[in-house]
């Protein structure tokens, strides 16, 4: 046997070998990109608080970030979930993704029109063009409506620190953050208040990572003399706030509290209609008129008696002069 042949044997038997092993490890097939279901409490950023409450969380993992995609309860009609996606760049470990990578960079009008398109279809979505900012940063939006009635807004944001703050060590990672967020009882500027009240609940334990660059520093007036500081802020108070109201002449003050105790009103009560014939006036009394019909007595405030018309007197002609032809 040739030395040629007796290495065939062997790779022949490596190979049956294999096979054999194979065939008897067997089990379950194996994901091989681990898109998984995490607890809500696992959310990588949490909603302000009062809402929209978190329904589910889908976490992708990436060779270069980790995304969860954050799905809210909703009350709208429009097609579509309501999801907050937030995309951790920094130092991930390996894992099973094939190779794939997340893109880390500010986004153009283009690119925001394509995932606006793709998230909202059908939606003529209106950019803002004013300058927005929350706790971590400066951010963009859209605000537009469904043909169903509903308000829908979408917002990006990239959490990272300024040029001047990164650091070969420290200050690397970045944040990517998307909203798309639809309603039809909230107003576009309810909605937007998520942007204000959301909070980032994850980080990487690494040294290096920092995308919210360094802390601001304390206010230029702090312990400097001659700069005052109130309670409610660094602006002085207006000098009116300061000075007790002046007093008021006795008199006024006496009179303020004479019209503020006034008598309480007495209520009106109105004389009855008269009843019965009419009685002339006794003599001397000529051209008077009179309201007591006969059986009635005088109406007294207070005595319950009904209402009646006021204007119920009548005017008794005299009698004819007597020994007159």
Known sequence: MTYAFLMYMKAAGLILISSLAGCAAGGAPQILVSTRTVDTSQAFALPPPGGPSIVSVIERPYNNAVQQEILLATSARTPGQNVLRVQFFGPVKANLSGGDKLRDSQLGVTDIS?????TLPGIVMHRSPNYVQNRYGPFGYASGRSRSGDTCVYAWQRIRPGESQSRWLTGRGSIQVRLRLCDSNLTEQQLLAFMYGYSVNAAFNDYSWNPYGDAPGPAENLGKSGEDIYPSGPKAPPAEALMPPPAQPLRAQI?????????????VRLRPAPIGPLVPPPPGMQGTSTSQP?????????????????????????PPATGQQ
Do not use: F, H, K, L
């Open 294 to 318: 006969i059986g009635t007595a005088p109406v007294v405030p207070g005595a319950g008696t009904r209402p009646a018309n006021t204007n119920s007197n009548i005017y008794v002609p005299p």
């Open 255 to 267: 009179q303020r509290r004479v019209d503020t105790q006034a008598a309480p009103a007495v209520p």
């Open 114 to 118: 394509r995932e606006m398109r793709g």
